[in-house]
């Protein structure tokens, strides 16, 4: 039986993610995307265009403009029985919705899925990453997530599969939705971002922490922080990586004054590239890095910047 | 308004994990156990809550091993009135869980359950919107801002790229993101009273639910190892690498 893909989408595009979900769906049978949610007629030609997606249905009713959790699993619901599979990728819009779905049809659902060995086991990182689980389920219908960087993305273009219209739910009408706040920085999101910037207790200071952004502006990064340096009151909760944090995986990250410890290696090292700056050479996290420097921060973090000026 | 604040033992969060050697799961035997960083945010919101004069009861509940008492401990210490334990050895997938948590509000009929987003041990993420769909109530996930007005809850959620705010209405479960607030240290005085503070035990069967896995882990491995690299000796050297060896920047 085919698979049913809920795909996150900007009203024009799918996104990269929905495309490494994809990947993971193709592993298992013909799949169908569904899109939902303001614009999402507008992400129909890209949906479409897709390779290897068989069907693309599209659901536009007010109750779903905004993706509430009550009415869009509703909807899932009524469409699983022509399903074996129901996944979405591992975003917020996919974590809030589908384990929803997975109680409804009286399943276990199987979150961030890192890997698929058949149609009823699957790989997944636990405790951060520090473990991997092969799973196998015993129920009858699977719903999961996908975790985006273990998958390649499928291509945007190449597919050319037929657009249906499907009826949206009842809505339970539990739930509004009251305004959202898109983030202002100029910065890219932590989770999203190609290279994180990272600072530690090390930085010493609020007014200290500041020149990490000096750093992330010269690269375009995003701007993270230990839970050290959180604790100690130099960066806001919402910067935290590490397992009690935000997980990342960009394409280079750099510790600045960060020693190491478990809870936040486990929320960076499945980055491609990591480096570390540290005054202490003993540190723990040069035992992850990719490039290590000792030294003193603040003559290193002018230096740096002023040698990135240079690109 | 009732509270239920569901709270899970994990290996603390300081704690290396070993993946056993016969690769069945991880080392927990001696290992040092906390309540999950999340729980702790959701306990301090309901704490919070009762001191704003919003609720007026706060029930801690834990599912798990006898010993998953000191984490219901934690909690009375923080602020919670009472303690339920449902105790069992063994694995409890969030399907578990939420189905022994609909039990319970059947009995105590709370207004509100305020829960962490994730545990950190199987990171699943799924049980607060699973006791959701089970009681047919709306949800709050990934809260970064709860306030309680006129029987509905609006709840600022963390989403991806931003935040987003939904007016959700009660009875419903919150789940607790990073930002909500900062979790107090429980002081002595109330680690002490805390003592006195009722625990119940009860037992999945006494609450008529099936709690068998749905998944068999058929095998638990550690991740391929990172090797540590090279050391640079100056930011030049550093930039360059990352220029022409690495192609990062």
């Known amino acids: 039986m085919a698979v049913l893909l809920l795909a996150d989408h900007d009203g024009s595009a799918v996104s990269q993610p929905t495309r490494s979900t994809l990947a993971a769906a193709q592993k298992l049978g013909e799949v169908h995307v569904l899109l939902v949610g303001e614009g999402a007629a507008g992400a129909a030609p890209a949906a479409a265009a897709l390779p290897g997606v068989a069907k693309v249905l599209l659901a536009e009713d007010a109750s779903l403009a905004h993706r509430l959790a009550e009415p869009l699993a509703a909807l899932l619901v009524q469409l699983a029985p022509a399903y074996d599979h129901l996944m979405a990728p591992a975003s917020a819009a996919g974590k809030n919705v589908m384990p929803r779905v997975a109680a409804l049809l009286d399943v276990q659902p199987i979150s961030d899925v890192s890997g698929v060995v058949d149609a009823d086991t699957f790989v997944r990182p636990i405790y951060a990453g520090n473990a991997l689980a092969t799973v196998k389920s015993s129920d009858a219908k699977k719903v999961m997530t996908i975790r985006a960087a273990s998958f390649d993305p499928v291509a945007a273009t190449g597919g050319s599969a037929p657009v249906e219209n499907v009826a949206a739910a009842a809505d339970p009408g539990q739930s509004s939705f009251l305004g959202a706040e898109v983030q202002k920085s100029e910065r890219p999101e932590l989770t999203a971002a190609r290279v994180v910037v990272s600072g530690g207790r090390a930085m010493g200071s609020a007014e200290n922490f500041h020149l990490i952004e000096g750093v992330a502006d010269k690269l375009g990064a995003a701007v993270g922080a230990s839970r050290a340096a959180v604790d100690a009151g130099y960066a806001p909760n919402d910067m935290q990586v590490g397992q009690t944090g935000k997980i990342v995986a960009p394409e280079l990250y750099i510790a600045i004054g960060i020693s190491g410890a478990i809870q936040h290696l486990a929320g960076m090292k499945d980055s491609k590239v990591i480096v570390a700056i540290n005054k202490d050479e003993e540190a723990p996290i040069f035992q992850v890095a990719d490039y290590g420097l000792v030294g003193d921060l603040f003559k290193i973090i002018p230096e740096l910047q002023a040698e990135l000026a240079k690109g | ?249």
């Not at chain 2, 900062?182 to 037992?203: D, F, G, H």
Request: charged share 30%.
């Open chain 2, 1 to 249: 308004m009732k509270l239920l604040v569901p709270v899970k033992r994990v290996v603390d969060y300081n704690v290396k994990v070993r993946v056993k050697a016969d690769n069945t799961g991880v080392e927990t035997a001696n290992v040092k156990m906390s309540m999950n960083p999340f729980d702790e945010i959701a306990v301090e919101e309901a704490v919070r809550l009762k001191e704003k004069g919003v609720a007026t009861e706060i029930i801690a509940v834990s599912c798990g091993p006898t010993a998953a008492q000191e984490q219901i401990r934690t909690a009375l210490a923080m602020g919670a009135d009472r303690g339920i334990l449902v105790e069992h050895d063994g694995v409890l997938e969030p399907i578990a869980v939420a189905k022994l948590l609909k039990a319970l509000i059947a009995k105590e009929s709370p207004d509100l359950v305020v829960m962490g987003k994730q545990a950190i041990d199987d990171d699943m993420n799924a049980t607060g919107q699973m006791l959701a769909a089970l009681m047919g109530w709306p949800q709050g996930t990934f809260a970064s801002k709860v306030e309680i007005a006129d029987g509905h809850a609006t709840v600022t959620r963390e989403v991806d790229g931003g935040l987003e705010t939904v007016k959700i209405k009660l009875p419903a479960v919150v789940t607790a993101d990073l930002r909500l607030n900062e979790p107090r240290y429980a002081s002595l005085p109330n680690i002490m009273k805390a003592r006195k503070k009722p625990i119940e035990t009860i037992k999945p069967a006494d609450l008529g639910v099936d709690v068998t896995p749905r998944l068999t882990v058929l095998r638990v491995e550690e991740p391929a190892k990172r090797q540590a690299g090279a050391r640079v000796a100056s930011v030049q050297e550093l930039v360059e690498k990352l220029r022409n060896e690495a192609k990062v920047i």
